[in-house]
């Protein structure tokens, strides 16, 4: 018949019979414990965020998606990188020509594939974005 455990025992001295150190065990016990309870602090942290989120989100309403928003995005990243308006990321004005160019370059490759998709508005729209941004890019690298 097993026998019945009703208590534990716990060796307490600092060194073992070798002269090892026996508190070694215990710290990395606490500090596994430790360990465990800031991860679940920090999963609880995370959550906590993304509730925030989701109700900032469902708060603050973005502009319906369609051709026209698209197109403004793309005019409005080329006026950050010519140094017009501010870098959202940063706050300063800074200039990459380099990129204003791209993105001047990908709104006429949209404007090629997209003729005869586009209505009349679109088309005039990105005809003239088109046009201006080419005015100041050739402007600012002058």
Do not use: C, W
Not at 132 to 141: F, H, S, T
């Amino acid at each position: 018949m097993p026998e019945k455990k009703d208590f534990i025992i716990k060796d307490k001295r600092m060194f073992s019979k070798e002269g090892q150190d026996n508190q070694e065990e215990e710290r990395a016990a606490k500090e596994e414990e430790m360990a465990e309870s800031s991860e679940t602090e920090a999963q609880a942290s995370e959550s906590e965020d993304a509730t925030a989120s989701a109700e900032d989100a469902e708060s603050f309403q973005l502009p319906e998606i369609n051709f026209a928003t698209f197109i403004f995005s793309l005019n409005s990243s080329v006026l950050v990188h010519l140094g017009i308006i501010d870098d959202p990321a940063s706050g300063k004005k800074v200039k990459n020509l380099i990129l204003a160019k791209q993105t001047i370059d990908i709104l006429g490759m949209l404007e090629e594939k997209t003729r005869g998709n586009l209505t009349e508005d679109e088309k005039s729209m990105l005809k003239h974005m088109l046009y201006d941004l080419r005015m100041i890019y050739v402007k600012e690298k002058g």
